[in-house]
């Protein structure tokens, strides 16, 4: 299975598109690029366990209904360049108590500051979403197979990047050998 988080960065990972991003949030196109990086894999996580969650499914399904047709992947210095960019609200609400906690923890790891953090958290929901839709392309996917599809590409992303998976202990704690990760990301969630 393909990497949702390894094929989000090799699009993101064009000098063109860099720039893009850094100019997106304020900050040098690199330094986002890698902060990107480390968030990708932390947000497909937590949109797993929000998938598991009243309502949370739902909001991203029709977050990926919203973009049929007009991918932000299809033209990321497009999307980049927009007014109004960040969908802060709907990463608040699918990520809940743990935009925060990640803004504050990924802004310590980087050295960049907060604010431009905020702005990578919500742009990595929408472009996680985008790759999920990407990916999904022809098929259908439902509630139920949301959650397990972004378990899986919590896993993959987490292997591939060191640094998120140290951050992702960080956040989370050692997962309880009975649920796993997911039962700890779930219980943050209030699920």
Known sequence: MDSLVSGLMESVGSPDNLAALGKAVGADGQA????????????????????NTSGGADMMLKALAGMKGANPLDNLTGFLGSPGLAATDLAKNLLGKQFGPMQSAIAGKTGLPPAVVGKLLSLAVTLVLAQVAKMWQGQKLDVSGMGSFLGEQYKLGVQGSPDAARLAKELLGE????????????????G
């Open 32 to 51: 986002a690029g890698a902060a990107l990086g480390m968030a990708a894999p932390i947000v497909t996580g937590a949109l797993s366990a929000a998938a």
């Open 175 to 190: 997962a309880p050998k009975s649920g796993g990760i997911f039962t700890r990301i779930k219980k943050l969630f209030g």
